[in-house]
C-alpha cells in the first residue's frame, strides 16, 4: 500500500532522511522529536566552557557514502565535507615518534600495496592477501578472517575498523567489515576519501534539512515524546504523544526513527540489539598548528584520532566503555599529553570539554547484527529507520541515512536507494 501521509517519530538522520524521501514522493509529513533539537548523535551546539559551538561526536564519512551524497544534494548543503584530495590517512606511534602516511591510489586496481611509499611501514604486499579473505566473508568475526597481528593491522586496518564499527575490531562482524570495505577501498581511494563536516556536523546535514523541509512545509517539532502506540489488527490505529491516543488515518505511515530501546518499550515483541559501546570525545580551545594534518591515527595511547579545526583540537576514542566513568579532567588531561605528544606542542591544556555517549552504537559483533530487525514489521503502516535497523553497514550516518530512504520507499511503495 501506498500512503499519502506520514508521521515520524525522531528527527535524527534517520527520520530526517525518511522526512526528506518523502516529501519528494510528494507525501505529507509529520516529524516530531523528544530532544529540544533535531539532529541526534550528530548535532552540534555551543558549549560555554571552551566558548565555540562543537559537535556532540567527531563523525567522519567517506567519498564512497552514497546515500550522504544523496541527501546533501537534495537538501542543498552547503557547508563543505573536507578532507584530502585522495585517500590519504596519517597516523602516529606515540611510542616511538614515528609518523607516516598511508595512500592508497585512485583506481580500483591496488598497485599502492605495492609502493613502499604507500603501503604502511614494515610490510609486504603479502601482508594485504588477507584482505580478500574479509571481501568474501559470509559469515564469523573480523578475526576468523584476518590475522590480527602484524604492522598492516596494528598500523593500520585496526584503528580504522575500531573507529568504522566502535569495537574491537577483531571482534566485529566480519559481514559488515566486508560490506563498509566493498563499498570504500575495494572500489579504490576515491570512494575512500575521509571527510569531516566543516564548519559543523548541524550545518553540514541537519540545518539545512531542517531548512529544505520547512520549504516544503513541513515544520521540524521538538520536545514531543511519543509516549505509546495503539495497535488495531494489522495496523496503528492511535499515537500517544502525551495527551491521550491521537488518530492514525488508514492512508497514514508511521515511521520510528528513534533509538532501538525506546523503539523495543513502544513495539511489541520487536527483537533489537541490546548490546552497545561507548564514544568518548575531547575538545581543546587551541588553534592547530599549521603542519597538523586534519585527521591523525594514533597508536600507543589513549586518544585513537586527533582532528584539527582551524580553533579547535579535538580528540575521539571508540569503544570506549573504559573510559566513560573515568573523571572529565583526568580524561582532558590524558588526551592533551597525547595532542601534545602527537602535534609536538608545548602548551598548558587549554580550556576543554569532553562528552561521553555510553550508548553511542550498537555492538556490531555477529550476534548483535542478528538482532538489527528490518524496516518492515508486522503492521502494515508501521516502519523502523535507525542505524540499529538491518542497513548491512555498521551504525554510521551512511547507515543512519539509508535506513530513512529504505523507510521511506516502504511507505510509498517505491525501491530504496
Request: with cysteine.
Amino acid at each position: 500500500m501506498s500512503f499519502v501521509r506520514a508521521t515520524i517519530a525522531g528527527a535524527g538522520l534517520a527520520g530526517l532522511s525518511a522526512a526528506v524521501a518523502l516529501r519528494r514522493a510528494g507525501v505529507a509529513v509529520r516529524i516530531d522529536d523528544a530532544a529540544a533539537h533535531a539532529g541526534g548523535r550528530c548535532r552540534s551546539y555551543f558549549d560555554p566552557a571552551i566558548g565555540q559551538t562543537i559537535d556532540n561526536g567527531n563523525h567522519i564519512v567517506l567519498s564512497g557514502n552514497d546515500a550522504v551524497g544523496r541527501f546533501r544534494d537534495t537538501i542543498g548543503a552547503g557547508a563543505t565535507l573536507t578532507g584530502p584530495e585522495h585517500s590519504d590517512f596519517d597516523f602516529c606511534d606515540l611510542g616511538s615518534g614515528k609518523h607516516w602516511t598511508v595512500r592508497i591510489n585512485d583506481g580500483r586496481v591496488p598497485w599502492w600495496i605495492a609502493s613502499s611509499a604507500r603501503r604502511v611501514p614494515g610490510s609486504s604486499v603479502v601482508d594485504y592477501l588477507p584482505i580478500g579473505r574479509l571481501l568474501m566473508a559470509r559469515k564469523g568475526r573480523v578475526d576468523d578472517h584476518f590475522t590480527t597481528i602484524g604492522p598492516v593491522w596494528d598500523r593500520f586496518l585496526e584503528p580504522v575498523l575500531l573507529a568504522v564499527l566502535n569495537m574491537p575490531a577483531g571482534e566485529g562482524s566480519a559481514v559488515l567489515t566486508r560490506n563498509v570495505l566493498r563499498e570504500t577501498v575495494a572500489k579504490g581511494g576515491l570512494a575512500m576519501r575521509p571527510l569531516i563536516a566543516e564548519p559543523t556536523l548541524s550545518a553540514a546535514f541537519v540545518d539545512p534539512a531542517i531548512d529544505w523541509l520547512a520549504a516544503q512545509g513541513v515544520a521540524v517539532g521538538t520536545g514531543r515524546r511519543l509516549r505509546s502506540i495503539g495497535f488495531a489488527g494489522d495496523r496503528v490505529a492511535g499515537l500517544d504523544w502525551g495527551a491521550g491516543l491521537e488518530e492514525v488515518a488508514e492512508d497514514e505511515a508511521v515511521i520510528l526513527a528513534v533509538p532501538s530501546w525506546i523503539a523495543a518499550g513502544l513495539v511489541p515483541g520487536l527483537r533489537v540489539p541490546e548490546d552497545h559501546r561507548a564514544i568518548v570525545n575531547g575538545h581543546f580551545a587551541f588553534a592547530a598548528p599549521d603542519a597538523a594534518p586534519r585527521m591523525l591515527g594514533v597508536i600507543g595511547g589513549t586518544a585513537e584520532w586527533i582532528f584539527a579545526f582551524p580553533e579547535r583540537l579535538s580528540v575521539t576514542v571508540s569503544g570506549a566503555d573504559r573510559l566513560v566513568d573515568m573523571d572529565r579532567g583526568e580524561l582532558a588531561g590524558i588526551f592533551w599529553e597525547d595532542i601534545c605528544a602527537a602535534l609536538h606542542i608545548d602548551a598548558p591544556m587549554p580550556a576543554w570539554q569532553i562528552v561521553k555517549e555510553k550508548r553511542a552504537t550498537f555492538a556490531a559483533t555477529p550476534e548483535q547484527d542478528a538482532l538489527r530487525p528490518p524496516a518492515a514489521t508486522r503492521w502494515r503502516n508501521l516502519f523502523l529507520a535507525g542505524d540499529w535497523t538491518q542497513t548491512g553497514l555498521p551504525a554510521t550516518i551512511e547507515g543512519a541515512l539509508r535506513s530513512g530512504e529504505t523507510a521511506a520507499a516502504l511507505a510509498t511503495g517505491a525501491q530504496a536507494g
